[in-house]
């Protein structure tokens, strides 16, 4: 039986596959057909009366529900309960070889596993156990992603390997529930377990109801190559995942182990009675149901695990039943030409293979595009122009008509990235407001693509990364909010792929194909508003329209608001319209945005409590973690809706469907006009806490691991906080309170930069804490004393 799920290619292996489908095609006499991808579904162990299998769905199978999943046994429904591996439910252990032998491979596994940490969901709870002699816990059971993410970088190495005994120790961490999924994921460069047969770690594992992934790394030991073998067998035997990866390539390595992991869901269901028994699973996908078969053992008896490696799935009987169902002999001949094979595949065992990263495309499409709107609206004159200039070639310039804020460039952006998602297997999206911040996103690219390592400085791996996209197709690569090309240009990859740039600056001209964003034509503004109202007339929405604009920042959260509420459209239009005379005008922004913020506050307090965290955080999206996992450094009633996910779930929601934040899986965030409204609204709100810039500062404080310049862990963790800490860190605001913190949160700022080679702007940052510093000594003194202040620049 194939196992859950396998990430290693060979020769060998596509030759079966290739044998398997000519015999296949031959029989049926079809010359078109092609195998049905897999359902892969391996036995996770029996207990406590609860039978847990590993499922593997294959790519492209599309997001899955709990009820696409059923079980039967004999012919039997049985009542199975099916959650993703990657799920709020996850409990993982990280077992990281830090011993002297893989000291110079530690910073990227801990980099690595720090990036598996911020991948997996925000409410997953972890332990840390190092692989020397002895294992140690390095953060215990169950921490949140800060203190693992704080606990990674604080890993030292030293002393000799343990590797089964650190495996059963992380086990020993995880909480024995049987209906939860519990992960143990092991970076090593261990060829083995110290002697330990695989099968004695595999039945450990699955008795314990344990998946393992292994991040393995060739050429750390003289025996690299077998090292793939033994770990690529254990992490099969409990439905798992196994990637070799040369020393630079460890943290694709940990992206294609999530990838797979994403495919993975846990089924538990009641043990039929008697045991052993044959289960058949079934799954409903997007592209049709998928089944396949798997024996359950009898308890606490565990199949052992085979010496070769498994067959490729899709490879194996059940994948070729679902293809020649029916043709009885098709699919007998079948079976026997893959029991042929993989007896000679045993006889080669030994062979080595050739490393996967040599010819390694990505797996899934890398994208980090932001999501659409929750009511987008269909702008097909301005789409239509957009993919044209596209078609056309080169870079092109999206700019604001008349470089008015508000007309909806990056809204434009993302429908049109989302409408043509399938033209690209690379879309990186790369703020640029602060340019001394885009290297470190292009290297979080060059990253994701096995280019360059954490260790990496940026400028290095900004230069692998330009280097290489003109030898790839079918990439995109978006500059938003962009300044002066003077600052930015060097940063625009040649090659066939496609680039947008977002930016008011007319500068762009000579370097990119201009496309001009309007306003919404009356007719789109109408018709957002009517589809949001359908008892909206003709004439209320034409006069809104027009007294807002058209402006799309000001139609769009109208809309939402009389969409998700049942304030009556003549009052909604009398407070839009009867603004005083000196009120300041952005085309009814303003109006609209005091509108909806008021009715807001008054509907749900603590949304608009996190929304006007988010303001204060700066324009970078603020990750949701931040909050929840801090939640002791924010005000009340806002700390308690932020600690339980499902109530803040249900918030963010809100602020969703009425168009006040742009609203991801883990994130939230708000542009730059209400921002700008919500700070000036709240800027005298809990005197006693300093106001939102002291509660900002300390959330950052709280979060941002220290000693970034020594701890490459603690990267992915900066790179996220930086244009926050930037942003609450500005010398325009009342900064006294926490004085202390905003000195701490420059200084290691600015070694975090220092760390990735960007020295200038480190320097600036360093030379501000020390300004910072001396200029709130002086200001104590002067309170003290009755002299003045002195003045204060970044």
């Known amino acids: 039986m194939s196992s859950c799920p396998r990430i290693r290619s060979g020769r060998r292996r596509r030759s079966t596959a290739l044998l398997v489908l000519l015999v296949v095609l031959a029989v049926l006499g079809a010359p078109g057909a092609a195998a049905q991808p897999a359902l892969v579904v391996v036995p996770g162990g029996t207990a406590n009366g609860q039978v847990r299998l590993l499922a593997q769905v294959p790519d492209g199978a599309g997001d899955l529900r709990s009820d696409a999943f059923s079980l039967s046994v004999g012919g039997i429904p049985q009542p199975a309960r099916a959650a993703p591996v990657l799920s709020d439910r996850l409990a993982m252990a990280l077992v990281i070889d830090a011993s002297s032998a893989g000291s110079p491979v530690l910073p990227v596994r801990l980099g690595g596993a720090a990036g598996l940490v911020l991948a997996a969901p925000a409410s997953t709870r972890s332990t840390v156990i190092t692989d020397g002699t002895p294992p140690t816990v390095a953060v215990p059971w169950p921490s949140e992603r800060a203190d693992t993410l704080r ?32 992960l143990v994921v092991l970076a090593t460069g261990a060829p083995d377990a110290e002697g330990e047969p695989a099968s004695a ?39 798992g995942a196994a990637v070799s990866a040369a020393p630079g390539d460890v943290l694709g390595a940990f992206d294609q182990v999530a990838s797979a992991l994403g495919r993975c869901y846990l089924l538990t269901f009641p043990a039929p009675d008697p045991l052993p028994a044959t289960a058949v699973v079934r799954v409903e996908t997007a592209s049709g149901p998928l089944t396949s078969e798997v024996a359950v053992p009898s308890v606490p008896s565990v199949p052992s695990v085979p010496s070769e490696p498994p067959a490729r799935a899709g490879g194996g009987p059940g994948a070729l039943v679902a293809v020649v169902v029916g043709v009885v002999v098709a699919a ?79 809204t434009a952006m993302i429908d049109f990235l989302h409408r043509h998602r399938d033209r690209y297997d690379i879309a990186w999206w790369i703020p640029a407001l602060d340019p001394d911040l885009v290297p470190d996103r292009m290297a979080e690219l060059a990253e994701a693509l ?18 290489a996209l003109p030898r790839r197709h079918r990439w995109l690569l978006v500059l938003d909010d962009a300044g002066s090309p003077r600052e930015l240009a060097r940063y625009l990859p040649d090659g066939p792929g496609d680039v947008l740039i977002a930016s008011s600056d007319a500068a762009w001209r000579q370097l990119a194909s201009p496309v001009t964003v309007p306003a919404f034509t009356r007719a789109e503004s109408v018709a957002l508003l009517r589809s949001a109202r359908p008892d909206l007339a003709a004439e209320p929405a034409d006069e809104i329209a027009a007294g807002l604009g058209d402006l799309p920042l000001a139609v769009g959260p109208a809309a939402a608001l009389l969409a998700d509420t049942d304030m009556d459209v003549d009052a909604f239009r009398a407070l839009l319209l009867d603004r005083p005379a000196d009120a300041p005008d952005r085309g009814g922004a303003e109006a609209v945005w005091t509108v909806t913020l008021d009715r807001l506050a008054a509907d749900d307090p603590q949304a608009f409590a996190l929304l006007t965290l988010v303001a204060w955080l700066g324009p970078a999206p603020m990750p949701l973690w931040l909050a929840a996992e801090n939640a002791h450094q924010l005000p009340e009633p806002l700390a308690a809706t932020v600690r339980d996910r499902s109530e803040l779930a249900e918030h963010t929601a809100l602020l969703r469907r009425r168009g006040l934040a742009r609203v991801g899986a883990d994130d939230v965030a708000l542009h730059a006009v209400p921002a700008e409204l919500l700070r000036a609204r709240t800027d005298q709100d809990h005197p006693d806490d300093g106001g939102w810039t002291a509660i900002a500062v300390r959330l950052l404080r709280a979060a941002a691991p220290d000693r970034p310049a020594a701890e490459p862990g603690g990267w992915p963790t900066w790179r996220l906080l930086l244009p926050h800490v930037l942003a609450a ?34 320097r600036t940052l360093l030379d501000d804490a020390h300004r910072f510093d001396v200029g709130a000594r002086l200001r104590a003194f002067g309170e003290s004393s009755g002299l003045p202040a002195p003045e204060e620049k970044r």
Do not use: C
């Open 151 to 182: 606990g990674l970088s604080a890993v030292q190495p030293g002393g000799d390997r343990n590797t089964a005994a650190a495996l059963d120790l992380a086990v020993a961490q995880l909480p024995p529930d049987p209906a939860e999924p519990r």
């Open 201 to 239: 770690i595999v039945e450990r594992m699955r008795s314990a109801g344990v998946l393992l992934a292994v991040v393995g790394t060739e050429g750390g030991t003289p025996a690299g190559a077998a090292a793939s073998e033994f770990w690529t067998t254990v992490a099969a035997g409990t439905g």
């Open 332 to 410: 007998l001949l079948a079976v026997g030409i893959v029991t042929l094979l993989r007896a000679r595949a045993r006889r080669n065992a030994a062979r080595v293979r050739i490393p996967e990263q040599r010819r390694r495309s990505p797996s899934r499409p890398i994208w980090n595009v932001p999501v659409r709107a929750a009511t987008p609206v269909d702008r097909e004159p301005l789409l239509a122009e957009l993919a044209a200039t596209v078609h056309v070639g080169g870079p092109v310039w999206l700019r604001p008509d008349g470089g008015a804020a508000g007309l909806g460039v990056t």
């Open 450 to 467: 096995g280019l360059a390592v954490t260790t990496d400085s940026a400028d290095q791996a900004t230069a692998k990364l330009l280097e």
């Open 729 to 762: 860190t500005d010398p325009a605001r009342r900064l006294d309170i926490v004085a202390d913190d905003v000195v701490w949160l420059l200084a290691q700022a600015g070694g975090y930069l220092a760390a990735r080679g960007r020295a200038d702007a480190a």
